[in-house]
């Protein structure tokens, strides 16, 4: 932190407003009689940054009544930027507490050359003060140890406790970040170990699938065996039925030719029967005798046609009902068949499914093991550079203790 500007109004001995620039010298030396307000400077600085101060509360507020507040503001650079802080303690009021930073680029025509001030001041002065310090990185306490010493107090550094001096130095060199960067680490790395234990998981689940591919291949081969044999079975009865067709046909040709015959012969008898009355009125007559033997002889022939029409009928019966037999055999199988055709068409897909799970999980173990090396090798280049970093820390730690043993020379040669 560099200041740049101090603006001090009614805060203990100052009570008119003074303007202190500090780009205007590189190195000051205060001095002046005793309450002049040498230390008040100092104190400006401390109560506007942290709120601390040797007076508390209204003490700190001039002693004329007429000033009505205690007013301090100070400008200063920080890591590449400027920021101005802002804190005033009317009398019988609260504190108000205002932290800005400069914004380089002018927004409007009436803006300043070197830019605005945009507010980062929070809803509550506690908010805002914690602000301050974590923009700062340091406290009230760091800040006395680290940036001047107070009167009287030059060795108050050195009678803290060895854990409190270690959290002063920690908070000056910023090692609270490491251990931030190392609980992220920790987490990231329980994390890590928690997605290699799930993958071992279900690479013994795969592993545990991939133990029964052979059983799998084998039902398969069984499968398509049995489709094969019902297939060929099936192929038999479709041309058995096919046969059985055809006879149903032929024998639907002999019912008919049966039918023709039997109204053949019916008309037959009863032409002989007016043949016999004929003969009966003609007596014995050649002619009629012979056409009634002529015509004996073809209702004797129409006759044996008949009855050997009637035989085949009769067989082709036989044939039909063994076609229906086979019929009432023909609709369970071919239910069955259509049951284990469904049935090999599902666990073919089903098997094909697997199939592509266990190519996708294969693939994806491969990704996962891809991810698990990755993360080993940032974990690797982490801890890499934790080591490089706690070795900084070291020689910052050992520097710090030269310096301040450097410091706790010159105090004793001064005195």
């Known amino acids: 932190m560099i200041p740049l500007h101090l603006h001090i109004s009614g805060f203990l001995s100052y009570r008119d407003p003074v303007e202190l620039d500090f780009n205007s010298f590189d190195l000051a030396c205060i001095s002046g009689q005793n309450g002049a307000g ?38 200063f650079s920080y890591e590449g930027n ?19 930073v400069l914004d380089r680029r002018p927004q409007t025509v009436e803006s300043n050359a070197e830019g605005e001030w945009k507010p980062l001041t929070e809803k509550t ?67 890590l170990e928690s997605d290699v234990q799930g993958i071992d998981g279900r690479v013994a689940e795969i592993d545990a699938e991939l133990g029964e591919e052979d059983l799998r291949r084998n039902r398969l081969a069984e499968l398509e065996s049995s489709v094969k044999q019902l297939s060929s079975t099936r192929a ?74 009637q035989k085949e009928l009769r067989e082709l019966d036989q044939v039909a009902g063994k076609f229906r037999e086979r019929e009432k055999e023909r609709a369970p199988l071919q239910k069955k068949i259509a049951v284990e055709k469904a049935t090999l068409e599902e666990e073919q897909r089903g098997l094909l499914v697997e199939q592509e799970e266990i190519n996708y999980q294969d693939s994806s173990i491969k990704d996962l093991s891809a991810q698990i090396k990755k993360a080993n090798l940032a974990l690797k280049e982490e801890e890499a550079n934790a080591l490089k970093r706690a070795q900084l820390e070291n020689n910052k730690k050992n520097d710090a203790r030269e310096k301040q043993a450097a410091l706790k020379a010159e105090n004793e040669a001064l005195k």
């Open 82 to 100: 400027v920021f101005r802080v802002q804190r005033s303690l009317p009398r019988g009021k609260s504190t108000v507490l205002e932290f800005q």
């Open 125 to 191: 002065t506690r908010d805002t003060q914690a602000r301050i310090e974590q923009t700062l990185r340091l406290d009230y306490e760091t800040f006395i140890n680290a940036s001047f010493f107070l009167q009287g107090k030059a060795d108050q550094f050195t009678q803290k406790k060895a854990s409190e001096r270690k959290a002063v130095l920690s908070t000056i060199l910023g090692l609270e970040i490491w251990d931030t960067y190392k609980d992220r680490a920790s987490e990231k790395r329980k994390l």
């Open 38 to 75: 040498k230390s008040s400077l100092l104190d400006a600085i401390t109560w506007v940054l942290f709120g601390e101060a040797r007076g508390r509360g209204t003490d700190i507020i001039n002693l004329n009544l007429d000033v009505k507040a205690a007013e301090v503001a100070l400008t």
């Open 236 to 309: 038999v009865q479709e041309a058995a039925l096919e046969n059985i067709r055809k006879n149903a046909a032929l024998l639907d040709q002999h019912r008919k030719l049966a039918e023709t015959l039997s109204r053949t012969l019916e008309r037959s008898r009863a032409a002989l029967d007016v043949l016999e009355a004929r003969l009966a009125e003609k007596g014995t007559e050649r002619g009629v005798y012979a056409d009634l033997v002529r015509r004996a002889k073809e209702i004797e022939s129409a006759y044996q046609a008949w009855q050997k029409a």
